[in-house]
């Protein structure tokens, strides 16, 4: 099931940072790494469910900012301990200036990080 949503203004999420949204009910964390490019991960580190969006974009990645494990943004999996399991990547598209996010349909099968 295809169920893309628009979750923000692209002017809201600032270059070289990230913002947490809700899309199909859960927290999507949306990182701007330029102008037009964006990418969303599941807004839960898989270590210890703390907030993405909280963290820093450096490389393609977001780093966690409570014990620094950091996530491929394109592939969902951590390249630094402590974490060891993958976060879910979701498609992503900007269009018309807004950020479009299908949720429901995570390109990885990395399961929902749960509390
Ligand atoms: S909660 Fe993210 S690395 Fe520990």
Same mark, same amino acid.
């Given at each position: 099931?295809?169920?893309?949503?628009?979750?923000?203004?692209?002017?809201?999420?600032?270059?070289?940072?990230?913002?947490?949204? +809700?899309?199909?009910?859960?927290?999507?964390?949306? /990182? &701007?790494?330029?102008?037009?490019?964006?990418?969303? *991960?599941? =807004?839960?580190?898989?270590?210890?469910?703390?907030?993405?969006?909280?963290?820093?974009?450096?490389?393609?990645?977001?780093?966690?900012?409570?014990?620094?494990?950091?996530?491929?943004?394109? +592939?969902?999996?951590?390249?630094?301990?402590?974490? /060891? &399991?993958?976060?879910?990547?979701?498609?992503?598209? *900007?269009? =018309?200036?807004?950020?479009?996010?299908?949720?429901?349909?995570?390109?990885?099968?990395?399961?929902?990080?749960?509390?």
């Amino acid at each position: 099931m295809t169920a893309v949503e628009r979750v923000a203004d692209l002017a809201k999420v600032p270059v070289g940072g990230a913002l947490q949204v +809700t899309a199909a009910g859960e927290p999507v964390c949306l /990182v &701007r790494l330029d102008d037009a490019t964006v990418k969303a *991960v599941h =807004d839960t580190c898989s270590h210890q469910q703390y907030s993405l969006a909280e963290g820093w974009v450096e490389d393609g990645a977001i780093e966690c900012n409570l014990h620094g494990s950091s996530f491929d943004l394109d +592939t969902g999996r951590p390249r630094s301990l402590p974490a /060891v &399991r993958p976060i879910p990547v979701y498609r992503c598209e *900007v269009r =018309d200036g807004g950020v479009y996010v299908d949720a429901a349909t995570p390109l990885n099968d990395a399961p929902v990080p749960r509390h």
